[in-house]
């Protein structure tokens, strides 16, 4: 499974690309919105784990601009930002999936097959 991470802190981005590879995963990393968008936009992925947070464009920028562009890749958002109403916008927003920090990468990992396995948005 080709997976698209957006995440700009490096220690969780080096914890979940190694996490994920251990598990099979094909990852692909990039640090700040704008370049995530330009990847996912490409398209390729089978998944994106998206962290809302972001230097560029922010993550919440990011899907929804996918979103109508078209792109129905499956989306976790990956944050901090663990209230109500955040995890209520980032749903509404057209993710398909929210994992609060912190969190276990082998949870990642069973949502992302999860999503998948239901043929996410596709």
């Keep these: 499974m080709k997976v698209l991470l957006v ?12 996490g994920l590879r251990e598990q099979g995963f094909a990852v692909e990393h990039r640090a700040n919105g704008t370049e995530g968008f ?5 398209g390729g992925y089978d998944a994106i ?3 809302i947070m972001l230097p560029g464009r922010d993550g919440l920028s990011v899907l929804k601009g996918l ?3 078209g792109n129905e ?10 209230e109500l109403e ?4 980032g749903l509404t927003l057209g993710a398909d999936d929210y994992l609060a920090k ?3 990468v082998e949870e990642l990992a069973a949502r992302l097959h999860a999503l998948v396995r239901r043929g996410g948005r596709k």
Excluded: G
């Design 38 to 42: 330009e990847c996912a936009v490409r």
């Design 49 to 51: 784990v998206l962290d």
């Design 102 to 104: 912190p969190f276990f």
């Design 86 to 89: 955040d995890r209520i916008e």
């Design 7 to 18: 995440e700009d802190e490096a220690k969780i981005s080096d914890f979940v690309c190694a």
């Design 67 to 69: 979103r109508k562009a």
């Design 73 to 82: 890749t499956p989306v976790i958002l990956l944050t901090a930002r663990n």
